[in-house]
Every structure is written in C-alpha cells, then in structure tokens.
Nanobody
Framework: QVQLVESGGGLVQAGGSLRLICAASGRTLSTYYMGWFRQAPGKEREFVAAISWSGSNIYYTDSVKGRFIISRDNAKNTVALQMNSLKPEDTAVYYC???????????WGQGAQVTVSS
C-alpha cells in the first residue's frame, strides 16, 4: 500500500504562486509515476502533471504548460508542484497520485484546496 499526503494549498490572488508538496509512504515507488490531478466544482477530475521515477519523462496538461513545474525527490519520497502565474480557473482541489501507468492512478491523496481569487 501507498499513502499520499498533500500540503501547501491555500488562497492566493491571480498572478501569484503556490507550491504543493506530496509526501509518500509505504511501498517503494521506483516503478511509479507521481503526479497531480485536480477537480473543480461541478467538473470531472482532470490530469495536471506527472513525472517518472528518474525525472526523464514529464507530462503537463496544455493549460498549465509554462506555468507549473513538477519535480520529485526520491530520497525524501516527495513530489512537488510549483504553480506560478495562477489564474482563477486553476481553482480546484488538487490530488496527488501514484501510477504505474501514467494518467491512470493506483493511489490517491486526500486532496488540497487551491483557491485563486481574481
């Protein structure tokens, strides 16, 4: 089993930045992609970003390219999402995920609220 715990959400004005951190525990994650999804009110959960164990494969959804940066620290079992130039449409609950196949999570965190005010 894998446990994922997010931190770092909050309220920020448009144009500001936030950094989400996900701490993982449990089984080794060497074969897992780590990533982030988000779910806005009334909408389906959507993929945001993912990174492979080595960091050589990184994926972003088009709407966050150039603004969000995903990174991973395998020694600390953490994955981070640096979110810059935030927009009100980025408002959502952000979920950390671990997946053997990218964009198909096997494990989820509990979610962290990110609210961007205009």
């Amino acid at each position: 089993q894998v446990q994922l715990v997010e931190s770092g959400g909050g309220l920020v004005q448009a144009g500001g930045s936030l950094r989400l951190i996900c701490a993982a525990s449990g089984r080794t994650l060497s074969t897992y992609y780590m990533g982030w999804f988000r779910q806005a009110p009334g909408k389906e959960r959507e993929f945001v970003a993912a990174i492979s164990w080595s960091g050589s494969n990184i994926y972003y959804t088009d709407s966050v390219k150039g603004r969000f940066i995903i990174s991973r620290d395998n020694a600390k079992n953490t994955v981070a999402l640096q979110m810059n130039s935030l927009k009100p449409e980025d408002t959502a609950v952000y979920y950390c995920a671990a997946a053997r196949v990218v964009r198909t999570p096997d494990y989820w965190g509990q979610g962290a609220q990110v609210t961007v005010s205009s």
